[in-house]
């Protein structure tokens, strides 16, 4: 009896897993979603953009937190995506701090303030100092009191043995509050390239 409830359980977990994704498609380089399919970092291509990042310069403090997460459902299909936060202080004065909401388990990932997967490739989009095969990565950033979202570029180099995230905010300033209002105004630089050392 033991042996055909372990088998039963067994077979009925398989087919649960089997039915989560109908296949599996390389993150880097797609360019439509179709429903269902597991859009995989099959390179690692996002790996090392995780870690606690730090910018102090010029009365400001800026830290971000990337974590990677594998096989995110988003109510349409599953991705490998990057998650994070961030803290910004200027002139002494916090803006924004939500630092420790990438420990929070969201159920979408766009309940995140950041996050993204887009892989880009080189010099294409704004990245004029990348080499010609280097992947660089376009998320989304959120501006958690007016509901801003803008575009971030993230490039990942080393600079005198530190690693290093460069970052570039591109304003967008949409919002994804219900009932948008006036365009929303951020509270983070955009416009500005920084340069944000990796900390322990």
């Known amino acids: 009896m033991k042996q055909i409830f372990i088998t039963f359980t067994l077979i009925f977990y398989c087919q649960i897993i089997s ?49 990677k997460r594998e096989v995110f459902y988003n109510g349409y299909n599953y991705q490998d995506i ?14 924004i701090d939500v630092l420790n909401d990438i420990n929070n388990n969201h159920n979408h990932y766009s309940n995140y303030y950041l996050y ?26 959120i501006e958690p009191d007016t509901g801003a979202a803008d575009k971030i570029h993230m ?28 365009t929303p105004m951020q509270k983070y630089p955009v416009g500005i390239s920084f340069d944000l050392v990796q900390i322990p």
């Not at 990057?82 to 803006?95: A, D, F, H, Q, T």
């Not at 997967?117 to 950033?141: F, L, S, Y």
């Not at 970052?167 to 509050?177: A, N």
């Open 155 to 182: 490039r990942k180099f080393v600079v005198n043995g530190q690693p290093t995230l460069r970052i570039f905010i591109y304003p967008v300033s949409r919002s994804r509050h219900q009932n948008d209002g006036p």
């Open 82 to 95: 990057l998650i994070g936060s961030y803290l910004l202080i200027k002139e002494n004065i916090v803006e």
């Open 116 to 141: 993204g997967n887009e892989i880009m490739t080189g010099k294409v989009r704004g990245c004029d100092e990348c080499t010609e095969n280097e992947k660089w990565v376009i998320a989304t950033i």
């Open 19 to 67: 039915a989560q994704y109908t296949g599996i498609q390389s993150l880097d380089g797609w360019t439509n979603y179709l429903q269902g399919v597991y859009y995989k970092d099959v390179a690692n291509v996002l790996n090392p953009f995780e870690g606690h990042y730090k910018y102090e310069s010029n009365s400001i403090l800026f830290e971000i937190k990337i974590q």
